[in-house]
């Protein structure tokens, strides 16, 4: 049909039943004489429905302590930490602050992994998972405590109550972990994502 | 403290957890690394194709809230602000790609991480049958050019609005649903098989 490709231009807003009255009404009168179209936007609809239920990653375990390591990184070199841009876009004596850093984080990293079980005795009755003290890690989890109950993967990501419950972290881990085999397990990771960032100060 | 006044009152906004943030309450922003980690890092997997670039992606966006926390206004939602970092990082490091080779971390012998998938009823033979075809999803949407891509999965993926995305982009509305729909029609012509 001669107007097939003005009228999909008007497709995409059709299966989200977006269009005016008379530009919906156009489409369908379109789509009752166009079999051809009427497939397309069948296509579309099932295209949507496709995209809509993709499967969703999730940020790994180590996510929060490397952040958090990297904010203090960038605390102290001053600027942002990027793998890829110190790689690709290195202006002159970056390297030599990158390399300072890292020296930082790897003294910071191997302070935090020596001594997971820092002082739990301030307070027993409520004790904290979070084991690094104050001049160590300044940066905020210390702040978000576990339930009374432990610490349960809550259900929804987005709930007020889940904003008391610490997320699932390699920290919360590090410090709970009741199996020294677990503990060196969950050490060993945090310390790979550790030198993650560390590494690149060879080149 | 802070946590616990949530748990009576309502959920706080992101606006309010960045001004809160704004204030030095640091608490916030671990709650808005939480809220927003896997939506980011989902929107920039699939742009670049590759969740460890995509989470070290993230982490640098988080990093810049931090940073630039001060230059957040109100006027502004903050989702639009955070994806607007994201998504300029991503397109930064897509033109940094087509310059150079392809670095990968496994050259230096770093292994690859396990990427848990999230799903509810676990069905195994479901479950292949729809990675392979989120693969296939995945390798079309990689063969759009970035602005055709970045409004699929803006739109599609990630189910944001139309005023949102024109926000994020910093085009027209008009521009992002020509886009969408061009975008849309292309996938449809490629997929045809699957759909
Ligand atoms: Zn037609």
Redesign the pocket.
């Known amino acids: ?1 001669a ?2 490709n003005r ?2 231009d008007l497709f995409s807003e059709y299966v989200e039943n977006d269009l005016s009255r008379d530009d919906a009404a156009k489409v369908q009168a ?2 009752a ?2 079999p ?3 497939e ?1 936007v069948d296509q579309l609809t099932a295209l949507r429905q496709r995209l809509t239920g993709m499967h969703q990653i999730k940020t790994t375990d180590d996510f929060d302590l490397v952040l958090r390591a990297r904010i203090q990184m960038s605390k102290k070199i001053g600027r942002p930490t990027l793998l890829p841009q110190f790689f690709y876009n290195r202006p002159p004596l970056f390297s030599y602050a990158m390399a300072t850093a890292a020296v930082l984080l790897l003294v910071f990293a191997g302070s935090m992994m020596l001594s997971p079980q820092g002082d739990t005795s301030r307070n027993s009755a409520n004790p904290s998972p979070y084991t690094f003290s104050k001049s160590q890690l300044t940066f905020p989890f210390d702040r978000v405590r576990p339930a009374a109950g432990g610490l349960k993967r809550p259900a929804s990501s987005d709930t007020a109550k889940d904003f008391t419950q610490p997320a699932k972290t390699s920290v919360v881990e590090l410090a709970g972990a009741d199996s020294t085999a677990e503990q060196d397990a969950r050490r060993q990771r945090a310390r790979r994502a550790m030198k993650k960032y560390v590494i690149p100060v060879s080149f | 403290m802070a946590g616990e006044k949530e748990i009576e009152g309502a959920i706080p906004t992101d606006e309010d957890l960045i001004e809160r943030f704004q204030n030095g309450d640091l608490y916030a922003f671990d709650l808005i690394v939480k809220r927003y980690k896997d939506q980011l890092l989902n929107f920039v997997y699939r742009f670049l194709n590759n969740q460890e670039q995509a989470e070290d992606i993230v982490q640098e966006t988080f990093l810049r809230v931090y940073r630039n926390r001060h230059a957040y206004r109100r006027v502004a939602k903050f989702s639009t602000w955070i994806y607007t970092i994201a998504g300029n990082l991503a397109r930064t490091e897509l033109r940094k790609r087509k310059r150079r080779r392809l670095f990968s971390l496994s050259d230096i012998g770093i292994e690859n991480k396990d990427y848990e998938i999230s799903s509810d009823d676990f069905n195994p033979e479901a479950h292949v049958d729809t990675l392979l075809h989120d693969k296939v999803i995945q390798r079309e949407i990689n063969r759009l050019s970035p602005k055709f891509r970045e409004v699929i999965i803006l739109r599609d993926i990630q189910n944001l609005s139309y005023e949102e995305i024109a926000t994020i982009l910093r085009v027209p509305i008009g521009t992002v649903k020509s886009r969408v729909n061009r975008a849309r029609l292309r996938l449809q012509e490629r997929l045809k098989k699957l759909l």
């Open positions: 049909m107007n097939c009228i999909s379109h789509l004489a166009c051809s179209c009427k397309r």
